[in-house]
């Protein structure tokens, strides 16, 4: 049986003939989530994300090491604020390393490595204000990374995409909370 019938209209043609989806599924069951329509290459996908999870890495080092070593009158709202995007950053790289492993890939959190992988830079300061501006920086990259990612994905693995376009609606968002910091203490004028 390969039809389905809609609710009031004509049968429609199912897309696949689920017996012979059945039988592929059973022979090709050591290929894990990766189907024969699997549109994207999966050893290209697994080193870009290798990539995202060492920029989310090193993103939650900097902000980590920012909210500890920020000081002063004003800093402890940024502290604050530092220390929320680290947790996020962190929900991030588990969220990419999940889907190295769902593509049969093995996450690579090597440290000795990591910077030369990141897409963002892992720079401190002593100043609260140039930690605000390397964040807007770092954030910016990712948005910029990221969206090119988001075209590139495409239709051929829309769940790396929604995964990625999620990504980048909370870099954005991190990008205007570092502004709206930058503002507010006198890295930029408003």
């Known amino acids: 049986m390969n039809d389905i019938t809609a609710h009031s209209g004509p049968a429609k043609p199912f897309l696949s003939d ?3 989806l059945r039988d592929k599924a059973r022979r090709q069951i050591e290929q894990g989530a990766v189907t024969e329509s699997y549109g ?3 050893d ?16 939650v080092l900097r902000y980590t ?4 070593v920020a000081t002063g009158l004003a ?6 604020e530092f220390t929320a995007h680290a947790t996020e950053e962190q929900g991030h790289a588990m969220q990419v390393a999940e889907r190295i492993n769902q593509l049969g890939g093995v996450p690579d959190f090597n440290p000795d ?13 002593a100043d609260l204000v140039a930690m605000i501006r390397e964040n807007l ?13 988001v075209r590139y994905f495409g239709d051929g693995d829309p769940v790396t995409r929604v995964m990625i376009e999620k990504i980048l609606a ?21």
């Open 44 to 59: 290209a996908t697994i080193e870009i994300l290798q990539s995202i999870l060492a920029t989310e890495i090193v993103c």
């Open 18 to 20: 689920v017996r012979a």
């Open 40 to 42: 994207a290459d999966v």
């Open 113 to 125: 490595t990591l910077t030369a992988r990141a897409a963002a830079e892992y720079k401190t300061s």
């Open 170 to 190: 909370a870099e954005e968002e991190h990008a205007s909370d570092m502004l709206d910091l930058l503002q507010t203490h006198g890295g930029t004028e408003r």
């Open 65 to 68: 090491q920012h909210a500890i």
């Open 75 to 80: 800093s402890e709202g940024v502290k604050a």
């Open 137 to 149: 920086v770092a954030e910016r990259i990712a948005v910029e990374h990221y969206r090119e990612l």
